[in-house]
């Protein structure tokens, strides 16, 4: 998938969407590739009774891609939709992973296309914000991740957590971009839309 986006990016096709996030082909390009090498680095977390490993390229990378967006928004509202997205996509994400029958979040059982498109539905929601819809989708799985291994800490379930990895890893990907995909579609005819004087 990172592959087809990598093409699309390169042959014009996002040229649209590029310029509302304020990306060169080539900063979209890079980032495709630090996800896709950041999905084979795993960072083990021990210590004070944790028992983590972190994914790069499924935790670390939308996190640092929803800094990257806020640090680039060019007002205040901007930043706050891009700051909100994120936990809004989560917590759709993480209510998903509850109430349908997927299974733990990230575990055997997860879906990672509802879980995406869960995400993507709720960071969509802010607006018309290009920005915003990426961070949370993408970021917003990452949230659910957390918020089922704070639920997992109150149960006193003991458990290793793999944060972004598997299907969070897919679920990331797919959740920012189909967020962006429906900003997008739903942006456009207001884009077409002749102003009134």
């Known amino acids: 998938m990172l592959l087809a986006l990598a093409v699309l990016v390169a042959s014009g096709w996002a040229d649209g969407a590029l310029a509302r996030l304020r990306f060169?082909?080539?900063?979209a390009l890079a980032w495709i590739a630090a996800f896709a090498?950041?999905?084979?680095?795993?960072?083990?977390?021990?210590?004070?009774?944790?028992?983590w490993v972190v994914n790069v390229g499924g935790?670390?990378?939308?996190?640092?891609?929803a800094l990257f967006l806020y640090a680039r928004a060019g007002s205040a509202a901007e930043r706050a939709r891009v700051a909100?997205?994120?936990?809004?996509?989560?917590?759709?994400?993480?209510?998903?992973?509850?109430?349908?029958?997927?299974g733990?979040?990230?575990?055997?059982?997860?879906?990672?296309?509802?879980?995406?498109?869960?995400?993507?539905?709720?960071?969509?929601?802010?607006?018309?914000?290009?920005?915003?819809a990426l961070a949370g989708g993408a970021a917003g799985v990452v949230v659910a991740g957390f918020l089922?291994?704070?639920?997992?800490a109150v149960l006193g379930i003991p458990a290793r957590v793999w944060l972004g990895g598997g299907g969070a890893f897919d679920a990331a990907v797919l959740g920012g971009v189909v967020a962006l995909l429906l900003?997008?579609?739903?942006?456009?005819?207001?884009?077409?839309?002749?102003?009134?004087?």
Request: no cysteine.
């Open 183 to 197: 900003t997008e579609a739903a942006g456009l005819p207001l884009r077409r839309a002749p102003r009134r004087s």
């Open 84 to 102: 909100l997205a994120p936990l809004a996509g989560g917590a759709a994400a993480w209510v998903a992973a509850r109430v349908l029958p997927l």
């Open 24 to 27: 060169t082909v080539w900063e």
């Open 37 to 51: 090498f950041g999905s084979f680095a795993n960072i083990p977390v021990t210590g004070a009774g944790a028992d």
């Open 104 to 132: 733990p979040y990230g575990g055997p059982g997860a879906a990672p296309l509802v879980l995406a498109a869960a995400a993507a539905l709720a960071a969509a929601a802010f607006g018309r914000s290009t920005a915003a």
């Open 148 to 152: 089922d291994t704070a639920e997992l």
């Open 59 to 65: 935790a670390v990378m939308p996190l640092l891609l």
